[in-house]
């Protein structure tokens, strides 16, 4: 794709650390991946679940996606808190600061900095979170087996 609109997409050009996800070197690769399909309404949060489009696509979407790049990246998970008491989670890898679901705020400017770290045990306790999780793994293992 090329034409990124997420924070920090200039820095996501870290390399992957697992071979997991043949086709997936760099966190842009695997925004295009995850924007041709993979993120949709079942893996988004079911709170947010009604403002889910195809045009907002990454709404909702903030923590698995979050694990998922830890998952291929390395790096460390922070959260941004948010209204009502929650977190938006996003991506630290080797100094690289960037965040995947960052456009489901439009123009809203969050800010990258002094956030705490968040946990996949924090996060997976709520069931509904980890299965949301594991099937976002699982549409990628399938695409990346899709592609030539």
């Given at each position: 794709?090329?034409?990124?609109?997420?924070?920090?997409?200039?820095?996501?050009?870290?390399?992957?650390?697992?071979?997991?996800?043949?086709g997936i070197g760099t966190p842009q690769q695997l925004y295009d991946v995850l924007a041709g399909g993979i993120w949709q309404a079942d893996t988004c949060a079911p709170r947010l679940r009604d403002g889910w489009s195809e045009d907002n696509r990454t709404l909702g979407q903030c923590s698995i996606t979050a694990f998922l790049v830890q998952d291929i990246f390395g790096g460390r998970v922070y959260g941004i808190l948010r209204p009502g008491g929650n977190y938006h989670c996003y991506n630290v890898v080797d100094g690289h600061v960037f965040d995947l679901t960052s456009e489901q705020f439009g123009g809203e400017v969050l800010s990258y900095q002094d956030n705490p770290?968040?946990?996949?045990?924090?996060?997976?306790?709520?069931?509904?979170?980890?299965?949301?999780?594991?099937?976002?793994?699982?549409?990628?293992?399938?695409?990346?087996?899709?592609?030539?």
């Open positions: 794709m090329g034409n990124y609109r997420f924070y920090g997409w200039e820095q996501a050009t870290v390399p992957a650390q697992s071979g997991d996800y043949p770290e968040q946990f996949r045990e924090v996060h997976f306790a709520k069931e509904e979170k980890r299965l949301r999780y594991e099937l976002l793994k699982a549409r990628l293992r399938d695409a990346v087996r899709r592609q030539p």
